[in-house]
């Protein structure tokens, strides 16, 4: 595999881009070695700067579950561009996409469409407490909502549930204003709205979480939190950014029946565009400006060349047979890579709802954060870079999610298995 190219990228990127990158995971820093360049994607494959072609597991970390340059987005995207790229006033495609996402997710009622999935979380939360007049919120650990504030919180050390800032630059005031508790963990969640319940506005969660790899929720947890938030008065908030339309075309909350009083969006809906949503039932919602006191907005909010990629890609998505060709390549992986590993005696432990899923280098179960972080993340990176090697792009990082789209055909997951049952022997 040759790495010219990228190397002086590499080099030249890292003098005017802080680490070379614009998003931190991309430095490939779990992993060991230098990020490649890409020039161009078709399909399950991206293809480098030096020529090199990778079947893509990342897939712009989640959105393309068309695969790269779907024919229908490209074309639905050109049409947009050269009528404009830009309005800033209302445009008939802001309708049709948010009627699209209300018809796929019937608790949202009215949407707001917004540039990425922190501007979503952010806003969701801002509603919530807007609408119930209350200050704390509740996030489970290991889930990550984007980079606002409030929402890269730790938690505390011993059973304190008021969070702790999980970087610099965060005032331990904003992140006292969220209380966290672990995953799965109905009990843990009960004891924190017994001492603070009337005074939370919200938990929010990814019902699948899918930051910290993947980690599926037990029978009756989302159910208990759907009570409990009830009970107490509280929204509960799905971030579906990610296991929206992948979980199950209708996210997680179709996958599992429970109905979320806010959802979040982004990913999937922008079809590789910015892209973010929220949404819910009107009662909520219209607590938004303009017709409630909620403030929230967006210069390219409802951009037409971003909402032209999202319905198209929802639309291709939603025909027959579509979603589930994304699920069944995965779960055709998934089988695949078990029993290499049963032959090759390295303990693993698999999770999978719809086109997302983890392979962790652990025996498992892993139900919450604690024990995905027991995950072997040294063999996880040996098995990154022969995959790599071998031209098969995984994600840097154990506490990533591994994606499949409609270009995943079964010749795809062929080579796929044979460049895993060659590495799995290394390992
Ligand atoms: C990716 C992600 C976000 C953040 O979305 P950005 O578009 O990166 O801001 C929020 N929540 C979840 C669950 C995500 O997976």
């Known amino acids: 595999m040759k790495s010219d190219v990228s190397a002086k990228l590499w080099r030249e990127a890292n003098q005017v881009l802080v680490g070379g990158v614009n998003s931190p995971v991309r430095a490939f820093k779990a992993v060991g070695g230098n990020p490649f360049f890409a020039v161009s994607g078709k399909g399950a494959v991206v293809t480098d700067a030096d020529g090199n072609e990778y079947i893509d597991y990342v897939l712009s970390w989640g959105p393309l579950v068309l695969g790269h340059a779907h024919p229908v987005v490209v074309e639905a995207v050109r049409k ?156 509960l908030i799905f971030d579906e950014v990610m296991s929206g339309f992948r979980a199950a075309l209708g996210g997680a909350q179709a996958r599992y029946g429970i109905t979320p009083d806010l959802t979040t969006l982004g990913k999937v809906i922008g079809g590789g565009l910015p892209v973010g949503a929220y949404g819910g039932p009107a009662a909520i919602m219209d607590h938004l400006a303009p017709v409630g006191p909620v403030y929230q907005a967006g210069t390219l909010a409802g951009n037409p060349l971003a909402t032209a990629a999202g319905l198209a890609t929802l639309e291709v998505l939603a025909e027959p047979g579509a979603y589930e060709s994304t699920e069944n390549a995965l779960t055709r992986l998934g089988k695949g890579l078990a029993e290499i590993a049963h032959e090759t005696s390295v303990p693993i432990f698999q999770t999978q709802a719809g086109s997302m899923g983890c392979l962790f280098f652990h025996e498992g179960p892993i139900r919450n954060y604690a024990d995905a972080a027991q995950s072997d993340t040294a063999r996880y990176a040996r098995f990154f870079r022969g995959m790599l090697e071998r031209g098969v792009y995984l994600a840097p990082s154990q506490f990533e999610a591994c994606f499949t789209s409609t270009a995943h055909t079964s010749d795809t997951l062929d080579r796929t298995l044979s460049a895993a049952r060659d590495v799995f022997r290394t390992l």
């Open 80 to 235: 947009a561009l050269e009528k404009g790229s830009s309005f800033g006033i209302p445009t008939e495609a802001e309708i049709r996409l948010a009627e699209r996402i209300r018809q796929i997710m019937p608790s949202i009622e009215k949407v707001r469409l917004v540039n990425s999935g922190t501007e979503a979380t952010m806003s969701a939360i801002r509603l919530a407490r807007g609408f119930t007049g209350r200050d704390l919120i509740v996030k489970l650990e290991g889930c990550y909502h984007g980079h606002a504030d409030g929402l890269l919180v730790k938690a505390g050390s011993g059973l304190a549930t008021l969070g702790i800032p999980a970087s610099p630059g965060i005032p331990a005031a904003y992140a006292q204003c969220t209380l966290t508790a672990p995953y799965n963990d109905l009990d843990a969640m009960r004891a924190v709205f017994d001492t603070h319940g009337a005074n939370i506005a919200c938990i929010i969660l990814e019902p699948v979480v899918g930051n910290a790899g993947v980690i599926l929720p037990e029978p009756g947890y989302l159910q208990g939190l759907r009570d409990l938030t009830k009970r107490h008065g509280a929204l």
